[in-house]
């Protein structure tokens, strides 16, 4: 990185940081600092709501995972649409007219305060690991790219969130997300079209896409049912829908984005904002994946885009085995340009000897993969999360590259902002303050959130201080809210619509319904997604269950 990259990094970061602190100052009761004032438009709304969910894993894995296997991930958010229309006529009404901070408060009116507790402890529980890894997402890669300090990174990744958060609580959150969106936006723009620039002359946007096609990169739609398959037609509409419905119906760091409305209709208009955007977004940011891999059809690669493992096995005695593999790799990189530049009109007449040749590719990979387990079985293998920041710091111009890594590092701090935000009045709302005996002023209650806080964000830099890399960190995020969503949406869906259920059946219907699933995710019986909806069927059909058996005891007696 250069001076002015530096430049660009620190004075956004800074001016997102310094003016969240600024423009929130002064918050001394409960309904500013919990429920920021209640005065947010609905594009605020929409801003932090897509902030929060587009953490710092969206821009480095997503562009990854479409290198490697194409656009079939964006059928994931198929269910957003659908949530969200649902959300915005059934919970936020709810939610709105109780007035409530989070939206536990209202399981206690509707059950009681056992299951109340134990709903807003699996949130915590979710949600402070995703804390974690939304924070180390960012920092290991970094870490391992620019040879930065992981701990260190973490740590300051941690701290500058903690800073505007503590200092200005949901509002302050709220504010910075759109400076943060705004540059987020900007920077994966602006890097996408300068992927375009750096094709070669014949190749425009129309031949880019049908070089992703013949490489199968830009199959979108499977209808198929094949439970193997992550990412189908039907996971998304099905378990996806589950998984929304759950993450922007009963999960704090959403709903606390929308509960800051100054009305039902500033709340709802947001939630279908997002809703209409969020997929686009996804599919550009996929896109984005695909013309990287069109860029690099014309430049060669290195054999694993993690400096971490390469650095491994060239330290190893299989370095020079290793070499000559690369060597390998870049002699099929060169044929397939060679090809690709002199049949760019006539593309399908290759299309067979560009499919040999990217099967070759492939086997040279997977061989490379093998050769860095031998020297270090410690290190990832999995590079799809190092792709995209590899192009960054490799091919865009000064400047542009510390905006980027501050797309990156904004995104970063703006979910992990919303985390503890929600966290920390979780905490305060459900636990802290249900279960005083003697009644506080808001200034106490404040200030214990502000504590709590700082404590989530200490909890939120161990856990990505001892995290490890997944297969790919966006597919580890939704899986840990995978095990846990589902079930907390079929107590929700209890409350709102099956009224002959009381608190003792949902409560132990709850936890017979956690270790099930915690179960099934462990011996891999069905993929992740689909475990939103299992919870959810789960807990409402052992709930009824045991509530019948209870009411049949009693008429007996």
């Known amino acids: ?28 009761n409960v309904e500013d600092y919990i429920g920021g004032g209640r005065k947010s438009n609905w594009w605020t709304i929409g801003l932090s709501v897509m902030a929060t969910q587009a953490s710092a894993i969206t821009f480095l894995s997503t562009p990854g995972q479409a290198f490697h296997s194409g656009m079939g991930f964006v059928q994931f958010y198929f ?14 009404p709810i939610y709105l007219k109780l007035k409530v901070y989070t939206v536990y408060e209202f399981l206690e009116s509707r059950f009681d305060l056992k299951t109340r507790t134990l709903t807003a402890i699996l949130f915590l529980v979710q949600r402070g690991l995703a804390a974690g890894i939304t924070i180390f997402a960012p920092a290991i890669i970094l870490s391992a790219v620019l040879g930065w300090n992981l701990t260190l990174l973490n740590f300051i990744i941690g701290v500058l969130v903690i800073i505007y958060t503590v200092s200005g609580g949901t509002e302050a959150v709220s504010v910075t997300q759109k400076q943060q969106m705004g540059i987020i936006f900007l920077g994966m723009f602006i890097a996408f079209f300068l992927i375009l620039q750096y094709l070669p002359e014949d190749v425009g946007f129309v031949k880019a896409l049908s070089i992703a096609g013949i490489s199968e990169r830009m199959k979108i739609l499977d209808f198929s049912f094949d439970l193997s398959n992550r990412y189908t037609v039907w996971t998304g509409l099905i378990g996806g829908t589950f998984l929304m419905l759950s993450y922007f119906g009963t999960d704090q760091s959403q709903a606390q984005r929308y509960l800051s409305g100054k009305s039902v209709r500033e709340s709802q208009l947001g939630l279908l904002f997002n809703g209409i955007v969020k997929v686009p977004m996804q599919f550009f940011i996929l896109l984005t994946g695909i013309m990287v891999f069109v860029f690099y059809q014309f430049h060669n690669t290195p054999l694993n885009f993690n400096p971490a493992a390469e650095k491994a096995v060239l330290a190893s005695p299989l370095s020079q085995s290793y070499l000559e593999l690369q060597e390998n790799l870049h002699t099929v990189q060169n044929q397939k340009e060679a090809l690709l530049l002199s049949n760019v009109n006539s593309l399908n007449t290759v299309s067979a000897e560009l499919k040999e040749l990217e099967t070759s590719e492939k086997d040279i990979r997977e061989q490379g993969k093998a050769y860095i387990k031998q020297a270090d079985n410690q290190v990832e293998t999995n590079d799809k999360d190092y792709v995209f ?62 504590w709590f806080t700082v404590g989530w964000g200490g909890i939120a830099i161990l856990v990505a201080c001892f995290a490890n890399l997944f297969d790919n960190l966006i597919q580890l995020v939704n899986i840990i809210g995978s095990i846990f969503y589902g079930n907390i949406l079929g107590i929700f869906l209890l409350a709102f619509f099956i009224t002959f259920v009381k608190s003792n059946a949902v409560f132990w219907g709850a936890i017979i319904t956690q270790m099930i699933v915690l179960v099934v995710w462990w011996l891999d019986w069905l993929p ?4 939103n909806a299992l919870g959810c069927i789960l807990v409402m059909l052992i709930s009824m269950s045991i509530q019948t058996m209870a009411r049949s005891k009693t008429l007996k007696n």
């Open 528 to 531: 992740f997604l689909w475990l």
């Open 389 to 450: 920041i590899h192009f960054i710091l490799h091919n865009l111009p000064v400047g542009l590259v510390g905006l980027l890594l501050a797309v990156i590092l904004s995104a970063a701090m703006s979910s992990t902002a919303s985390e503890l935000n929600a966290l920390a009045a979780t905490t305060t709302i459900d636990l802290y303050q249900r279960n005083q005996i003697e009644a506080k002023d808001d200034t106490h209650y404040v200030k214990m959130t502000k």
């Open 1 to 28: 990185m250069q001076l002015l990259d530096w430049f660009v990094l620190l004075i956004t970061l800074l001016a997102i940081v310094l003016y969240g602190v600024w423009k929130t100052k002064g918050s001394t």
């Open 79 to 92: 269910g957003i649409p659908i949530a969200m229309i649902v959300v915005c006529m059934v919970f936020i």
